[in-house]
């Protein structure tokens, strides 16, 4: 999507190119006010949403996979009972025991073992996107875990602090078919390094999304950071150590 367009769309004393390509850096950088920001995500998303000659293809996020109906309900009745639970965790205990609780019960009862294989040292998905940096990571090692570790976070596209709070606030509303369907539609996921992590927290959006973002856009808070979605690809080949 060219500035010129981003521009037009902006409009007012922001709706140059040279300045909205001043906004993109700061965004990167951290450095942009909250109402530039604002704008300028704005007005990507309408134009996200409106620019039927050249609609944005994003490439396909990672997703955990079924285990079969039998189990996927049982873990989701046992989830539920979990959310169910944390609320009241939190009444008594504060937010942060309750997010803990369920955090860890996500990860254990439902995403690892819904992890497409293979995987790499038994956590990060061969077949998520990953970006350049986290393929160029494994290509310099040979595949192989590198002194102190790869150094890799299994990013998820909507954060698990969001997640999690949605869930509380519904969670009288929740039947164990519409846990189910909701963890495997928001668990989405790519594979990237520390440092790619730490462009995105830089930028804003390290637990949060940018402001107008639409439903299902799971790379809205990859674009507004700096990131090209395009540019992120699974692993071509099996790992070496597993």
Do not use: C
């Not at 037009?8 to 004393?13: K, V, Y």
């Not at 006010?33 to 000659?53: F, K, P, W």
Request: hydrophobic share 40%.
């Amino acid at each position: 999507m060219s500035r010129t367009r981003l521009a037009e769309e902006i409009g007012g004393e922001l709706g140059t190119p040279a300045k909205v390509y001043r906004i993109e850096r700061s965004v990167v950088g951290g450095r942009t006010s909250d109402a530039e920001r604002r704008l300028y995500e704005a007005a990507l998303n309408r134009l996200i949403r409106t620019d039927g000659d050249n609609p944005p293809v994003d490439p396909d996020v990672g997703k955990p996979v079924s285990l079969g109906e039998d189990f996927d309900r049982a873990d989701a009745e046992a989830m539920l009972a979990i959310i169910r639970a944390g609320v009241g965790v939190r009444e008594r205990h504060g937010p942060s025991a309750a997010m803990h609780m369920a955090r860890e019960s996500l990860w254990d009862v439902w995403e690892r073992p819904r992890l497409p294989r293979p995987l790499l040292t038994s956590k990060y998905p061969m077949s998520y996107p990953w970006s350049p940096a986290a393929r160029d990571l494994w290509e310099e090692n040979e595949g192989r875990r590198p002194p102190g570790g790869w150094g890799l976070i299994l990013e998820h596209m909507t954060p698990r602090r969001l997640l999690l709070l949605e869930l509380f606030e519904n969670a009288s509303q929740l039947t164990p078919e519409t846990l189910r369907d909701l963890l495997f539609a928001k668990l989405a996921g790519a594979v990237v390094t520390k440092e790619d992590d730490r462009i995105l927290s830089g930028a804003g959006f390290g637990a949060s999304l940018p402001v107008g973002t639409l439903s299902g856009d799971n790379w809205a808070r990859y674009r507004a950071a700096g990131f090209d979605p395009m540019a992120f690809e699974p692993l071509p080949i099996d790992p070496i150590d597993g």
